[in-house]
């Protein structure tokens, strides 16, 4: 039965209540986490378990969509944005990444970037705009001789590839 206050969990493991009862078909949840979000759903996705949480920590146990303009994908491919979101959190949570790239064991992202729509945000904001190259996001360049690095708006900036793959090689082989 679906009533104002029952509790339900999502498939994903996210709690939520019912807020209200909107139409025959249709109520307004709010999730029972730190954000507390609401929105409206069908009530045949609440009892399939079907209700998506856009804070819930899906990418890696770390990252979260948010809710906000910026997309994963246009026209059925990521966004730059998103890819380079991503791979930045493979980087620093994946165990088998730490094996071939020992240098991100100790690499951390700040809280704030966890939220894809507010790391979006910055990237906008901060990605250089030059015909013809291809830049690169780089928490290293400001970060020299750190032993813990973070990726965050202050500690990172953007480098054409070529640049930054020559600093990555650099500091693989130690060469300062």
């Given amino acids: 039965m679906i009533g104002i206050g ?5 498939n994903e493991g996210s709690k939520f209540k019912i807020e ?4 025959k078909r249709r109520v307004k949840i709010k999730f029972l986490d730190c954000y507390g ?3 409206e759903v069908d009530k045949s996705s609440i009892l399939k378990g079907q209700v998506a949480n856009p804070y819930y920590k899906s990418n890696r146990g770390f990252g979260f969509y948010g809710v906000g303009k910026y997309k ?4 059925s491919k990521p966004t730059r944005e998103y890819n380079t979101w991503t791979c930045m959190i493979r980087r620093v949570f994946s165990e088998k ?6 240098t991100y064991k100790n690499v951390y992202i700040c809280e ?5 729509q507010i790391y979006a945000e910055w990237y906008t904001s901060n990605y250089p705009r030059i015909e013809g190259v291809n830049f690169e996001i780089d928490k290293d360049l400001l970060q020299q001789n750190v032993r813990d690095k973070i990726y965050s708006p202050s500690t ?3 480098l054409p590839h070529n640049v930054n793959s020559f600093l990555a090689n650099k500091q693989l082989n130690n060469t300062y």
Avoid: G, M, R, V
């Fill in 6 to 10: 029952k509790e339900f969990i999502s």
């Fill in 72 to 75: 994963s994908c246009l026209n």
């Fill in 112 to 116: 704030d970037w966890a939220n894809f």
């Fill in 97 to 102: 990444n730490h094996k071939t790239q020992p």
């Fill in 37 to 39: 979000y609401s929105y």
């Fill in 156 to 158: 990172c900036i953007f």
């Fill in 20 to 23: 209200e009862i909107l139409s």
